[in-house]
């Protein structure tokens, strides 16, 4: 999910600091790259039937039982996460400062494939989370014998 975002935000341009204004419109000429950095993030901030979330889930289960605090603490970070992508996505799809409204595709092939790929790859762990859950389960289990 983190590849897939960078991969993204890397087409976009978006060493835009934090500044939306910079990023307005570019989803109607970067519309994979756009897809890419929505799904992406929206990925590492666990939403469900994204990638991220089986890793999410079973984090925040072994949070609740040790610590509610940190378990909640998550939970807003992840709703944060997403709060700040459908801003970034709001900006994204406004029209540009130049006021064209029409769609095109700005990325090279390469990129689409990649961006496309990548994509589809968040989604497709998303939905069939259990090719991943016994890694994610091991890796928390390991993360339980750090802990205590």
Known sequence: ???????????????YGGDFE?????A???????VAVLLGGL????LPLMAGFAGRWALMQLL???????AIMLLMAGVSVVLGHL??????LRYSASGTSEWSVGEQPVTIIFSGAGALAVLIVGVFPQWVLPA????????VLLIG
């Not at 994610?136 to 993360?143: E, F």
């Open 1 to 15: 999910a983190l590849w897939v975002w960078g991969l993204g935000l890397g087409i976009l341009d978006a060493g």
């Open 22 to 26: 910079r990023i307005r419109g570019r």
């Open 28 to 34: 109607r000429v970067y519309p994979f790259a756009s």
């Open 43 to 46: 990925s590492v901030s666990g």
């Open 64 to 70: 609740a039982t040790h610590d509610v605090l940190a």
């Open 87 to 92: 801003r970034g996505l709001g900006s994204l």
């Open 136 to 143: 994610v389960t091991r890796t928390v289990d390991v993360l």
